[in-house]
């Protein structure tokens, strides 16, 4: 008895929300669960629920818990099956759980640690910056003081004095002394404010024994509510009977900041006012030309006690200062101050190179991890070994034998329909064999084909010259050649043979003898292309014939003379730009039609023109597989398209301008399938009059 194979986990049909919930008993339990209580419900609006009612409702939770549970479980096994049912997917959910979830969760720790860390140490720094102004404000305050309490009379020299001490230091720096009579005497810009009047008496309390004291306060920005701009202020009662105050003021200004900066690595990007800022997410107001930073790393937050000195109370709150700061650069202010040395060189750098050390070291797990990632899935694999010898016995001629993998994935799976196939083995065999020698023999006839056609660049003095030919098939009809008349004259023939495969190839062989050889006699295009016909309409069938175009181009003459046999229109691109892209369309019948009086209407009908050459001038031959190339909607790509394309880059060289229209095909197909050959010639007019020219094809 046959094996009947499990069916395919991912092909059994899914039951509805509807069957699941009236068709199984979890769901059917949770209906009644969800019923009772949703009158236990409208129940406890009413009145107070009696005890039978309490109890209910306790058993319909309980139900409640027991559908969830047991739907949970089958969403979990779904899952597996869906999920789990093909050996690949195991081995990516094995080596992600054992290599790539730990080692980005272990990269994540380490990036916010650090960051932590580099934000802490950034507010630190800047706080410690931000402190010293304060300190040497409060130093200036207590100088002027003393100075002034020596020599009350040097009042205007001591508040100089001071203020040139801290100016080249602190540009905005200001300096004031207010008399016990209400009296100003200030030096400064005062930016931020003007100089206070008087001392108000919330600062009087806080000066104490020494007589001094330093505050930080803020003053709101202009049209911006939130912001504010913050002052060290120090104060300093002179002597000990109070015979006024030095008020000194430094200005946390754009300079103070960027010393800030080169000082501790960390950059003042704005300052919020506290009682208007709710929340721990503050927009940051970015400086010009500084690179953007994400919202975690290399931001810091620090947060001041400031004064309103405008009020009666002086009223202090919290400011929070936004920072910026380049981990590198803080990296290097931290490190610098590190002068101690181990092994030659600094503990900083000796630090550094043990956590890189470590990096190699974590990248050593992962290796191994990544090996033990494939010692489980070369476990996991194991049943392939034996889908292996039942190949290996079938391949040996004995289709009899049968594998047996006891398993409900996709190795199971494939056991069964190895075992199917086994059956039919040696037809599918001798099908594969026959379609091989079929393909051999075509892709011999394609390489002889493509050896018939112009091998290489064709090297022609005066001329570009691009061509290519792209079959729809293995073989095909298109074919296109080149042939020496002369020092100066060159043969160019392109041609489609009506149909596809290896009878047009056989055509396209015969027809490139015979151009080959009449291109030495006859000189005309007309006269070649009539004794063409008369040769080759004897040996076509009657359900074939040939179109073509022959054009002879003589440098010497700055000409090109041509005939056209029923096929696509040449296009003529003038170089000077001033006509555009000229359709030449001559009249003429296809090659090889074999009907009575058709040799004489192909003579009656067939004209020869002639054009003159310029330099610049480009000449494009082509099949009707490159204007007939159909997109999706069976659009055509069109002769128009075709000749706005030559027109808008005629500058360019053949071999560009040959890749831009192919582009452009390539681009309006899209995925639509080619149907037929394409094959197209471009000339490119370099040079015309040029005397002892010489052709290499």
Not at 181 to 186: A, E, F, H, K
Not at 391 to 398: A, I, S
């Amino acid at each position: 008895m046959a094996r009947v194979s499990p069916p395919r986990s991912g092909s059994r049909p899914q039951p509805s929300t509807r069957e699941l919930l009236v068709r199984t008993w979890p769901g059917r339990i949770f209906l009644v669960a969800a019923a009772i209580k949703l009158v236990a419900v409208v129940w406890r609006v009413e009145a107070p629920l009696p005890g039978s009612m309490t109890a209910m409702s306790g058993l319909a939770t309980l139900g409640f818990v027991v559908a969830l549970v047991v739907f949970s479980w089958r969403l979990i096994v779904q899952v597996n099956r869906r999920l789990l049912w093909r050996v690949r997917r195991k081995l990516i959910l094995s080596y992600i759980f054992i290599g790539v979830i730990p080692s980005v969760l272990i990269l994540i720790f380490f990036l916010f640690a650090g960051s932590l860390v580099f934000m802490n140490v950034s507010a630190f720094l800047f706080k410690d910056g931000y402190d010293t102004i304060v300190e040497a404000a409060l130093v200036s305050a207590q100088a002027g003081a003393s100075g002034i309490a020596r020599n009350p009379a040097s009042v205007v020299e001591t508040i100089q004095r001071v203020h040139g001490i801290r100016a080249p230091v602190y540009p905005g720096v200001s300096v004031a002394y207010i008399g016990p009579d209400g009296s100003l005497q200030s030096m400064g810009p005062w930016k931020t404010l003007p100089a206070p009047g008087v001392i108000p008496p919330w600062v009087a309390s806080l000066l104490g024994k020494e007589g001094a004291t330093a505050l930080t306060y803020g003053v709101p920005q202009k049209g911006a509510p939130a912001e504010e701009d913050l002052v060290a202020r120090a104060v300093a009662r002179v002597g000990a009977s109070g015979s006024g105050f030095v008020v000194v003021d430094i200005p946390l200004d754009d300079h103070v900041s960027h010393q800030l900066y080169v000082n501790t690595g960390v950059r003042l990007e704005n300052v919020y006012d506290g009682r208007t800022i709710t929340g721990t997410s503050t927009p940051v107001s970015a400086n010009p030309g500084q690179r953007s930073k994400s919202p975690v790393f290399e931001r810091s937050l620090a947060q001041f006690d400031v004064y309103d000195w405008q009020k009666s109370d002086g009223e202090k709150h919290h400011d929070t200062l936004a920072l910026t700061y380049h981990v590198r650069e803080l990296y290097n202010h931290l490190s610098s101050a590190q002068s101690l040395v181990v092994g030659g060189m600094r503990l900083s750098d000796a630090l550094l190179f043990v956590l890189v050390t470590i990096g190699v070291l974590f990248l050593i797990i992962e290796a191994v991890a990544l090996v033990m990632g494939l010692a489980l899935a070369r476990s996991i694999t194991s049943s392939v070994h034996e889908l292996f010898m039942g190949t290996e016995r079938v391949r040996q001629g004995d289709f009899s034998h049968r594998i047996n993998i006891a398993s409900n994935d996709q190795l199971g799976e494939l056991a069964s329909s190895f075992n199917q196939m086994t059956g039919s083995i040696e037809n599918l065999l001798q099908t594969a064999a026959e379609k091989k020698r079929l393909e051999e023999e075509l892709r011999i006839a394609r390489q002889i084909q493509m050896s018939l056609l112009p091998r290489g660049p064709l090297e022609f003095a005066g001329i570009g010259v691009t061509a290519l030919c792209v079959p729809a098939r293995e073989v095909g009809g298109d074919y296109y050649d080149f042939f020496r008349l002369g020092d100066a004259r060159l043969g160019v023939l392109i041609a489609d043979v009506s149909g596809k495969g290896t009878s047009a190839a056989l055509y396209m062989a015969e027809l490139k003898g015979l151009v080959l050889s009449l291109s030495q006699i006859y000189h005309s295009p007309r006269q070649l292309l009539l004794e063409v016909n008369r040769i080759i309409s004897e040996n076509l069938d009657t359900r074939s014939f040939i179109t073509m175009t022959y054009a002879v181009l003589d440098l010497t003459a700055a000409t090109m003379t041509f005939a056209r046999a029923g096929h696509t229109p040449l296009l003529f691109f003038r170089g000077s730009g001033t006509r555009g892209t000229e359709v030449l369309t001559p009249n003429g019948l296809v090659v090889g039609l074999r009907i009575p009086g058709a040799t004489e209407k192909f003579a009656d009908l067939l004209e020869e023109q002639c054009v003159d050459l310029e330099n610049g001038d480009v000449i494009v031959l082509y099949t009707d597989g490159i204007t007939e190339a159909m997109n999706g909607d069976s659009d055509l790509f069109g002769d128009a398209r075709l000749g706005h394309i030559i027109a808008e880059h005629g500058h360019l060289d053949t071999a560009d301008l040959r890749e831009r229209i192919l582009r452009e095909i390539e681009a309006f197909v899209g995925s639509a399938d080619q149907h037929d050959d394409m094959t197209m010639i471009l000339i490119k007019v370099e040079q015309v009059a040029v005397e002892g020219a010489r052709v290499a094809v």
